[in-house]
């Protein structure tokens, strides 16, 4: 059973372009988290997805970012014209879904370098 | 204020010591975390927990709901160890993690 994938591991874009980041929860898992890592700071909630629902953005910057969770295929956390302040570390998250306090399980994050 | 602090910020400790990590949060929570970042970056899930006292090897995970406060113990410690801490506190409706700033371990042979 693989784990949580994401991918690209490492992305570098220049200041204006879209950023694609992509995270494949665990078989079985339909719900997602985004989490963003800046530099030498801490973690920071971004949102939260069921298949097909964004239940909970309010971690979300309010412009430039958005997030998907089609029925099919992984979780998209999309960044149009990328700043340099968008540079850091993201990381996603899955769970079952069967109730509250499930584990979440991490990917391995997506480090995006803003040029 | 943050809703989940931790302390101590920086440890260090020589290798067999007994180390403990502290985290205190202001929230309502369905449950609390300890997760483990390693140099690399990747984070691994080691306990959620939301009562009580849980053990993986030496590592021992408490928590105290009425006093909102939670410590990580690690046993015997190793070099291997060495690796950022942080505890996060699962929002009650959605399960968000509201995560402390981390506690930077490093433990010298």
């Known amino acids: 059973n693989a784990g949580v994938m994401q991918n690209p591991r490492h992305l570098v874009r220049r200041r204006g372009q879209e950023a694609r980041l992509r995270c494949s929860p665990m078989k079985g898992h339909s719900h997602v988290y985004w989490y963003r890592q800046l530099p030498e700071e801490g973690l920071k909630f971004m949102v939260y997805l069921q298949k097909e629902n964004i239940i909970d953005e309010s971690g979300m910057p309010k412009e430039r970012f958005s997030a998907e969770f089609p029925k099919e295929g992984p979780s998209i956390l999309r960044i149009q014209q990328v700043v340099r302040g968008d540079s850091a570390a993201y990381f996603c998250?899955?769970?079952?879904?069967?109730?509250?306090?499930?584990?979440?399980?991490f990917g391995p994050g997506t480090r995006l370098t803003v040029l | 204020k943050n809703e989940v602090e931790q302390s101590p910020q920086n440890l260090t400790a020589q290798e067999g010591e007994f180390i403990t990590i502290n985290c205190s949060y202001s929230v309502g929570i369905s449950a609390l975390h300890w997760l483990q970042q390693h140099p690399g970056g990747g984070i691994v899930s080691l306990f959620m927990l939301s009562s009580g006292k849980k053990k993986h090897g030496r590592l021992i995970a408490t928590i105290n709901i009425q006093e909102k406060h939670s410590s990580l113990h690690i046993t015997a410690s190793h070099p291997r160890d060495s690796a950022v801490y942080i505890c996060a506190a699962a929002s009650y409706n959605t399960d968000k993690l509201i995560f402390g700033t981390g506690t930077r371990l490093q433990v010298f042979p």
């Open positions: 998250a899955s769970s079952p879904g069967t109730g509250l306090k499930d584990t979440q399980y």
